[in-house]
């Protein structure tokens, strides 16, 4: 079956610590893996993808994560976080070549940053 | 440009009425999907419109869920009647028609629906 997994339901962190969130996936042939952000009172909103090419992609506001394909993993980085980086954060994936195939969702991360 | 928008932004309603949900979704974009969550658990995808067709309504959960898309412009979810275990937020998203290449879904504010 389709799923994705994500490790943390609720993280707390102070502003500076590094940052690692857990996703391992399990899907059958050519994926594309996201990880979604919503901060209090937006819009779900795309943090970072990987279609193809380079394991280790780059998103907005110094987040990255490497794609590990023997490990089924996805795991989201940040090396320093801010108080500003407070949201909830999903593992997501989706397959095929083309992106307009339904995404599996994870249960989410809630990320809290002590000031 | 405007993004997705979703209308009601919150709607309450008793078990065993009828609540229709809308979606606009960005201008020129053909493909429209429906997701859910409930109760904090993951957000899963209920259907996915190409246009007017349904493209994949694996995720409907029962024969109280419609969704239509008349015209390939915005679509509306109706749930009829209202169970308690629908209560949840839904979101709706689109996205341009790409083919191979990589086309972003983009998500709406969703409606968070409260049946009592």
């Known amino acids: 079956a389709q799923s994705v997994s994500q490790h943390n339901h609720h993280v707390i962190l102070s502003e500076a610590a590094s940052l690692e969130l857990g996703c391992n996936y399990s899907?059958?042939?050519?994926?594309?893996l996201f990880w979604y952000v919503q901060y209090p009172g937006q819009h779900l909103q795309l943090l970072l993808k990987y279609f193809s090419g380079d394991p280790l992609v780059k998103g907005i506001k110094g987040f990255e994560a490497e794609f590990i394909k023997s490990k089924f993993s996805f795991n989201l980085r940040k090396p320093s976080v801010q108080w500003s980086d407070t949201a909830e954060y999903f593992c997501?994936?989706?397959?095929?070549?083309?992106?307009?195939?339904?995404?599996?969702f994870g249960s989410g991360t809630r990320l809290s940053i002590r000031p | 440009e405007a993004g997705v928008t979703q209308f009601p932004s919150h709607s309450v309603i008793e078990k065993g009425q009828t609540v229709t949900l809308r979606c606009d979704p960005i201008?020129?974009?053909?493909?429209l999907y429906w997701y859910r969550r409930v109760m904090g658990k993951e957000i899963k995808f209920l259907l996915h419109?190409?246009?007017?067709?349904?493209?994949?309504e694996s995720g409907m959960p029962n024969n109280r869920f419609l969704a239509e898309r008349t015209g390939g412009t915005y679509s509306t979810l109706k749930v009829q009647p209202a169970e308690l275990e629908d209560s949840g937020v839904y979101f709706c998203?689109?996205?341009?028609?790409?083919?191979?290449?990589?086309?972003?879904?983009?998500f709406g504010p969703g409606t968070r629906l409260t049946v009592l």
């Open positions: 997501a994936v989706n397959g095929g070549r083309s992106s307009a195939s339904k995404i599996i």
């Open positions: 201008s020129g974009h053909d493909n």
């Open positions: 998203a689109s996205s341009q028609d790409g083919g191979a290449s990589y086309n972003e879904q983009f």
């Open positions: 899907y059958g042939g050519t994926v594309n």
């Open positions: 419109f190409v246009k007017e067709s349904k493209q994949d």
